[in-house]
Each structure stands twice: as structure tokens, then as C-alpha cells.
């Protein structure tokens, strides 16, 4: 079993500043890709940012200059930097890995969801 936990998300004015994060555990061989993804009510689930085992990253053009993502590969973390909030950005933010498993199957894993809400 694999489980990501989130944490970070909350309540920020306009202009401000949230640092999302999020720990995978369990049965992991190695990570793949990491991301985040947001909902906002009535809408699709979307790309914020995504990261490579290597480094690369993309990001959604929504967010491009204001957010950052990375990880840290000793402790299967990813986070979000996310700076100039405005209300759009309001959402519940989702983590997601692609991991490889000890039978060498490569699964996507979601975790729960925060809530980011940006008021104006």
C-alpha cells in the first residue's frame, strides 16, 4: 500500500502566500513523476505543476512565475510554492506520484486533497 499525505493548504488574502506539501510512504520502490493538481467547485480536475524523477518541471500557464514545485528524493516529499495567490487560485489542491512498487509496476496514487481558498 502507498499513501500520500498533504498538508498546508488554508485561508490567504489576495497577494499572499501558501507552501503546499506532500509525503508518500508505504510500499515504494522509486517515485516517477510527482504533481499537483486543483479542483475548483463545478470544474475539472487540473495540471498545476508536475516534476520528473530527473527534475524537470511544467507548469499549468495559470501559475507559470508564481508557483514552484520540487521535491526532495530521500523523503519522497513534493511541494508547492505558491506566491501572488489571487481568487482564482482558490481550490482543493491535489497531490499526485507515479511509483513503482517492489513488483516493478508503475501506479498512479492521489492523495486527499487541501483546501486552498484566496480571498479577495
Known amino acids: 500500500q502507498v499513501q500520500l499525505v498533504e498538508s498546508g493548504g488554508g485561508l490567504v488574502q489576495a497577494g499572499g502566500s501558501l507552501r503546499l506539501s506532500c509525503a508518500a510512504s508505504?510500499?515504494?520502490?522509486?517515485?516517477?513523476?510527482m504533481g499537483w493538481y486543483r479542483q475548483a467547485p463545478g470544474k475539472q480536475r487540473d495540471l498545476v505543476a508536475a516534476?520528473?524523477?530527473?527534475?524537470?518541471?511544467n507548469y499549468a500557464d495559470s501559475v507559470k512565475g508564481r508557483f514552484t514545485i520540487s521535491r526532495d528524493h530521500a523523503n519522497n516529499t513534493v511541494s508547492l510554492q505558491m506566491n501572488s495567490l489571487k481568487p482564482e487560485d482558490t481550490a482543493v489542491y491535489y497531490c499526485n506520484a507515479n511509483i513503482n512498487d517492489w513488483r516493478f509496476r508503475a501506479l498512479d496514487y492521489w492523495g486527499q486533497g487541501t483546501q486552498v481558498t484566496v480571498s479577495s
Open positions: 516534476i520528473t524523477r530527473g527534475g524537470s518541471t
Open positions: 508505504g510500499s515504494i520502490f522509486s517515485i516517477n513523476a
